[in-house]
């Protein structure tokens, strides 16, 4: 019991500022079709059982579980549906394989950001409805707050943060299914308008379209699918508080603990050493630096330093983002942590064409739920 | 439980209380807008019904012709790329009589939603899927409607359809 | 491959009200925390968190989850939401199940919380966004039509009465008069009374409906080494199963529930169960409405199809009778605060199988039950084989 679990197959569709041509479903199909095919499975006759991730306002749909079953293939099948990130999703279907009583699990998530009209109105529907919401704050004050506060606690500055920008928008220019690849300067970052001060608009990943299909098995299973498993090693979650009042607004400690989790499934005690490479949330760019130290990989105060002298760059010793980030692909809602995963997969098989990092064995993935939320998952994948 | 447990948490009001102020509370709208891309399949049908018709989609590996159209057969996952105009008559599968409207307003005479099952589309004859859609019966007087009645759509003015599945007012009976 | 084994260990609940003084977020508490006491443990040694509530559009709140989190006692903790519509609440236990059998947690507080008062006007009118919102939503469906639709199909299908449907209501109600969390609880009411009441969407009348409803219930699960050492009287969850049929309704014939048959067998082949009727005693059946628990018999293949009503004419469904059906008193008498309501179901057999049920208690000590709950467009199935 309790054995390995492997990520056997990935599609991906869209990863545009709008896909006006398809329908939500016809988005997952395309990403569901595309990940069979990969695995090599049947969803009719070989998947077992299929997680989604899905928020109903991100949907405008309430109970939107109800919609996901027949693009990918999980009628009168084992579906459900989970409200958290990607992340969460792989970390359902790992449980569910783990368990012994399926072999073969499909996971989704995926945006039709640009179908939603009111996304501020909706996100400040996330706000404490009696104690926070009647101030009437747009939802990335959070932001701003979460930054003000991790820039003063850890010296680093607004001009390490737009290290991470330019970083990661040039990484985007060498990813084919990047929209917002760009090559900048501190300067054109810097300049831009403020969005609530530290935070700059410019530091703000936007919004995007795209669904993200991931197929995963046993051990026995897996080996017997495809030559190149891509293995969970460890994968962790956690949840902090979400108490605006009460909450520790210098440091991400639900990323310390979910990352603590799945170290410790991964036998993992030197993540700088162990980890070859790190795909990590960056919706807001500071959060790329908050969380690269909650990780472990840095001292709080260094992740800045380090990402302006080019440590995390792809020729860099850490490079993180290689994929172009949130700020590069595009923030991608629910889906946004199978984002940052499918690229990690396409790294570890070898697949990513010009931004191929040489020699990796170890990634690492890392999501946030976004403001205001305090919850977050880690993933430990190698090859 | 009931043995070792005495006391439930958990505290009832009654309108009483928010009539006489006794319960603060704050109201709230949600401005949630959206405009969702209707895409291949749907976008399909609601153009088909701007000109009055009623599209189907035909799946070959499971002989099934079913409404409204989607890109993949949900029971075979092959694609559905044949979009078929099926017939905008057909039997009453199911229906209810109801007196309260979608936001729970008490109306005198009810309104009748059923379960159409199309002609031209699978039927329950030949096998567990049907071409059915929801829509409303008119022109009926409540009592008179069955199961197993055939009824026939009842179209808005060409020039006054929009794309939507309100361009059908309603189904209406019709005879044999 | 042998599965580990889960056991539920502790249960807790509030009263389900028509409208509750207390916030999401306190109801959640309170039911966790009446759950912790019961088997003497702390949050310290809840290891994770699974929380069920549905839909968001109740409360409100959009990422639900996080929200209710530090009332579910998810602080610093791993901790998911997951939801399956109506069938949220049987869901949820699954969701603790496989945190457990997984190996990666040994004890686990699964909640599940709905305040459904905080929608103005009136919570039913929330459900207008769970209709397609191309194909069907400007229809303006209500809720109950779906209800209408299907209840009108089985019972016109089957030839069955509406004074045997109404039985149904009446036994629940019966029960849920014996249960101090009960909103509905009726000793004295009759199938004349369910008969006569207003109708809503015919055939649905309102005392064939369960009322909307606030209220929370937690349950503590654990491993099989750990659950031994708290409590001498674990009861374990033998069995697990759900099953989401096509989101096209209308392209199906609404007689028969097939997801609910589905996630019955996935159960019972876990369980080794291969005659339900007679491997199972007790049965929890989601009951929203009195038609829809015998519905929800047949999926369970313990009733042939159309012939569930028998075991309520026969006697076999009450208390004292060979097959107790819903001997909380269901939806129908508890309430319908709906994730909630269905972890309802897996606290009563819980103490009914250690004969902790008090006036509710079923005759025969019962070995094992059956909960089952239902949701979406007339979808989804979820189902818990439990065991002592």
Not at chain 1, 224 to 237: A, F, K, R, S, T
Request: with cysteine.
């Amino acid at each position: 019991m309790n054995q390995r679990v492997a990520i056997v197959g990935v599609g991906w569709a869209g990863f545009r500022p709008a896909t006006p041509e398809v329908s939500y479903k016809e988005l997952m199909y395309d990403a569901a079709v595309r990940a069979y095919t990969d695995a090599g499975v049947d969803p009719r006759r070989d998947v077992e059982s299929f997680v989604t991730v899905a928020e109903d306002f991100h949907e405008g749909t309430s109970i939107f579980d109800e919609y996901t079953p027949d693009q990918l293939g999980g009628a009168l099948k084992s579906v459900q549906t989970i409200t958290g990130d990607g992340l969460h999703g792989l970390a359902t279907a790992y449980m569910l394989i783990r368990t012994g009583q399926f072999d073969i699990v499909a996971v989704e998530g995926h945006s039709k950001a640009s179908n939603i009209l009111t996304l501020d109105e909706i996100t400040a529907y996330a706000q404490d409805p009696v104690l926070n919401r009647p101030l009437r704050f747009n939802t990335h004050f959070v932001a701003g707050m979460e930054m003000n506060r991790y820039l003063y606690e850890t010296g680093t500055t607004r001009e390490q943060c737009a290290a991470v920008v330019v970083k990661n928008r040039f990484n985007a220019l060498a990813n084919p299914s990047a929209p917002y690849g760009a090559d900048l300067t501190l300067q054109d970052v810097l300049s831009g308008p403020m969005l609530s001060a530290p935070l700059g608009l410019r530091e703000t990943a936007e919004h995007a379209d795209g669904a993200i299909v991931m197929v995963l098995a046993s051990e026995q299973a897996a080996q017997q699918l495809v030559d190149l498993p891509i293995w969970i090693e460890g994968i962790g979650w956690c949840n902090d508080s979400p108490s605006l009042e009460s909450r520790d607004w210098g440091q991400a400690i639900y990323t310390a603990q979910a990352a603590r989790m799945a170290y410790s499934q991964a036998g993992i005690n030197h993540p700088l050493q162990a980890i070859d490479f790190a795909e990590v949330d960056d919706i807001y760019a500071y959060k790329e630096l908050q969380t690269l130290e909650a990780l472990g990989f840095f001292r709080p105060g260094e992740a800045g330093e380090l990402t302006a002298e080019g440590f995390t760059t792809p020729e860099g010793d850490l490079p993180v983002n290689v994929s172009g980030g949130s700020l590069g692909c595009g923030h991608l809602l629910d889906a946004t942590g199978l984002a940052r995963a499918l690229e990690v997969v396409l790294q570890l098989r070898g697949e990513a064409g010009a931004r191929q990092l040489a020699d990796v064995e170890i990634g690492l993935v890392q999501s946030w739920r976004g403001v205001p939320t305090t919850n977050g998952a880690v993933a430990i994948l190698s090859n | 439980m009931t043995v070792k447990i005495k006391e439930f948490p958990g505290t009832s009001l009654s309108e009483k209380d928010f009539d006489e102020g006794k319960i603060l509370f704050n109201y709230d709208e949600l401005k949630g807008e959206f405009a969702w891309d209707t895409g291949i399949a749907i976008g399909s049908y609601l153009a088909a019904l701007k000109e009055g018709l009623i599209l189907g989609a035909a799946c070959y590996t499971c002989h099934k012709i079913v409404t409204p159209p989607r890109t993949v057969c949900e029971w075979c996952f092959d694609p559905m790329d044949e979009y078929i105009p099926l017939l905008d008559t057909g039997v009453v599968n199911t229906f209810s009589l109801c007196y309260v409207t979608w936001d729970v307003q008490r109306i005198e005479q009810p309104e009748i939603p059923a379960v159409i099952m199309l002609d031209g589309a699978s039927s329950l004859d030949s096998g567990p899927i049907m071409g059915g859609i929801m829509h409303k019966l008119g022109e009926v007087k409540p009592e008179k409607v069955h199961i197993g009645m055939r009824v026939k759509a009842v179209w808005k003015p060409a020039e006054e359809r929009e794309g939507s599945v309100t361009d059908i007012l309603y189904f209406k009976p019709i005879e044999n | 491959m042998s599965m580990r084994k889960v056991a539920v260990v502790g249960a807790g609940m509030t009263k389900f009200v028509r409208r509750a003084q207390e916030t999401p977020k306190e109801l959640s508490w309170q039911a966790s925390r009446m759950a912790l006491q019961s088997c003497e443990l702390t949050m310290d040694d809840i290891e994770a968190v699974c929380l069920g509530t549905a839909p968001d559009a109740f409360d409100g709140v959009h990422m639900n989850g996080e929200y209710l989190s530090d009332g579910a006692g998810a602080w610093r903790k791993p901790y998911m939401r997951s939801y399956v519509g109506g069938g949220t609440g049987v869901f949820v236990p699954i969701q603790g199940w496989y945190h457990v059998a997984s190996g990666l947690f040994d004890v686990v507080l699964v909640l599940a919380e709905e305040k459904m008062s905080s929608f103005y006007p009136h919570a039913q009118a929330a459900f207008l966004t769970i209709f397609d919102h191309t194909t069907e939503r400007a229809l303006k469906p209500n809720l109950l039509w779906i209800f209408a639709l299907e209840m009108n199909r089985y019972m016109t299908t089957y030839g069955i009465s509406k004074e045997d449907i109404a039985r149904v209501s009446v036994l629940h109600k019966h029960n849920a008069a014996k249960h101090p969390c009960a909103l509905l609880g009726d000793a004295d009411i009759t199938v004349e009374d369910v008969l006569n009441s207003e109708t809503l969407a015919w055939p649905v009348q309102r005392l064939d409906v369960s009322p909307v409803s606030d209220g929370a219930v937690a349950i503590i699960l654990a491993a099989e080494h750990i659950a031994k050492r708290i409590t001498d009287k674990p009861v374990w969850i033998e069995g697990v199963g759900w099953s989401l049929d096509t989101a096209y309704w209308t392209n199906r014939d609404l007689v028969y529930p097939r997801y609910v048959e589905y996630a019955a067998r996935q159960a019972y082949e876990m369980a080794g169960i291969t005659e339900p009727r007679k491997q199972i005693h007790i049965a929890e059946p989601y009951d929203p409405f009195d038609y829809k628990a015998l519905h929800h018999l047949e999926g369970l293949q313990l009733a042939e199809r159309g012939k569930a009503v028998e075991l309520y004419i026969s006697g076999a469904a009450a208390l004292d009778g060979d097959m107790p059906v819903c001997p909380s008193g269901g939806l129908l008498g508890v309430g319908n605060p709906i994730a909630a309501a269905g972890l309802m179901k897996i606290a009563e057999l819980f103490w009914q199988l250690r004969g902790e049920a008090g006036d509710r208690q079923v005759a025969g000590a019962p070995r094992r039950g059956v909960a089952q709950a239902w949701g979406d467009l007339m979808q989804v199935g979820t189902v818990v084989i439990m065991g002592r």
